[in-house]
């Protein structure tokens, strides 16, 4: 289904001329052009290969930081640049031996072109969260879902119902192992009580 709906909505984004290409995928304006090459994706299976990372949660953590807190291209792959052209350093991947690493020559215009891709427009995020509790729709979101199930509206200032027993947290605590209580509630801006932390007992 995701396969079918994701080639339609590119025809359909054709149709409407949303849709640029450049150099060797020219071609691709005719309509008749992009069908044929869109062709062979209906007959693919669309399956996601997704298994543990080797080096663990830290390594995706760097990995993906790499692609959201940097830009499209390091000042050290520049290597000369004026009015006419640029020349940087790219790795070709499909060489499986020996020096990957050889120099691209663009138009100026041309580089500047493809470095523009990588900046988003206006309104858009790096990084985004989705779902019914995104930042930008939370609280509309919220509101309307409370309105749908006939709940009512949460006040900020209501003080925690002090009858509740309190809860346990799965996590155990990590000095002594034992269970973890939550002992105070508080709302956003209200300040908790001034509690001594608990002494630890001597070993």
Request: glycine share 6%; hydrophobic share 40%; with cysteine.
């Amino acid at each position: 289904m995701f396969r079918r709906l994701f080639l339609e909505g590119l025809l359909a984004l054709h149709r409407a001329g949303g849709l640029s290409f450049f150099g060797k995928l020219a071609a691709l304006v005719d309509p008749d052009a992009f069908a044929t090459y869109l062709a062979p994706l209906r007959k693919t299976e669309w399956v996601v290969y997704a298994k543990p990372p080797f080096g663990g949660p830290d390594a995706v953590l760097a990995y993906l930081s790499r692609y959201t807190h940097r830009v499209a291209i390091s000042n050290n792959r520049l290597i000369s640049a004026d009015a006419n052209t640029v020349a940087f350093q790219w790795k070709d991947y499909r060489v499986k031996t020996g020096d990957r690493r050889s120099v691209l020559r663009l138009a100026t215009g041309e580089f500047i072109r493809r470095f523009l891709v990588h900046v988003l427009p206006d309104g858009f995020h790096r990084i985004r969260h989705y779902g019914l509790l995104a930042s930008s729709t939370r609280k509309s979101n919220i509101a309307k879902a409370r309105s749908l199930l006939g709940a009512e509206t949460a006040k900020p200032d209501d003080p925690p119902n002090a009858d509740v027993i309190p809860l346990t947290l799965r996590e155990p605590c990590p000095d002594c192992d034992g269970p973890m209580r939550i002992i105070e509630t508080f709302h956003r801006g209200q300040k908790p009580q001034t509690r001594a932390p608990p002494r630890r007992q001597a070993a």
